[in-house]
């Protein structure tokens, strides 16, 4: 089975208070999109990752160790605009792994096992997620998407944060937004996106539903919080170099 990995690094990284682009923001010595850059080569499923840039596109390319093979998003019109116009590039791809390009701290064996679960399991779309023991404890997870299950555990949405309910938001079970979707499956339905929701965006997530909506089982795993944790401010890129100097240790 071909897989292709899509790397979502388009945004400005406002929070971040930077001076360069967030992907180049290091993190215990490496730039952000470096080090998940790394894992996806490490990983062995796929040497040749499309990275979807769009603010200062050069410096980026220019600022990591990496082949930049990237598309261009003209307009950040939500994550699942960014997988589309990532199409002429990966259309040839049994299935498409996409990941954000502000989670540094995912591992190579990590990614390894995804492609591994939708290459045996099958289905249209596999991910990963992970569940915190409280949100006191992690705080960094509390304004994440939930991971939605019916009474018999098989998941049947992500609910983002600002659409969801007091009760859903009470879900420990969070989407750190690592998805394998079946190639064939992900372009015949990927149109049918919308943005009606708090940001006016096309959510790649809405996804979940729409398979759910056509019978389809989601495939799922869990990871540890530690490789989940997203960097899009000052107080997250500290979380993650203490998470990487522990492991380091």
Not at 13 to 26: E, F
Not at 103 to 112: E, F, I, K, Q
Request: proline share 4%.
């Amino acid at each position: 089975m071909k897989f292709r990995f899509i790397i979502m690094a388009a945004g400005k990284g406002t929070r971040m208070g930077a001076d360069v682009p967030k992907a180049l923001v290091p993190v215990a010595g490496k730039p952000i999109i470096q080090r998940i850059y790394e894992s996806v080569v490490g990983s062995g499923v796929d040497g040749k990752p499309i990275i979807v840039i769009g603010h200062e596109r050069t410096r980026i390319c220019e600022g990591f160790k990496g082949e930049c093979d990237y598309v261009i998003q003209e307009e950040q019109l939500g994550t699942a605009h960014a997988v589309m116009v990532c199409k002429d590039e990966v259309k040839d791809a049994d299935a498409v792994i996409v990941l954000n390009g502000d989670h540094p701290l995912v591992s190579p064996g990590t990614l390894r096992k995804l492609a591994e679960l939708h290459e045996r399991v099958g289905g249209v779309l596999s991910m990963m997620t992970t569940t915190v023991p409280s949100f006191d404890e992690w705080p960094i997870y509390s304004h994440w998407g939930r991971v939605i299950r019916d009474a018999h555990g098989h998941i049947i949405a992500i609910r983002e944060f600002k659409d969801a309910m007091e009760s859903e938001r009470e879900v420990q079970e969070v989407n750190p937004s690592f998805f394998c979707f079946d190639g064939k499956w992900l372009w015949e339905n990927i149109g049918q996106v919308k943005n009606f929701n708090a940001n006016k965006e096309y959510y790649l997530t809405d996804l979940i539903e729409l398979a759910v909506a056509q019978g389809h089982e989601i495939n799922s795993m869990s990871i540890a919080p530690e490789e989940a944790v997203g960097i899009n401010t000052r107080a997250e890129l500290e979380i993650a170099e203490k998470i990487l100097e522990k492991q380091n240790a």
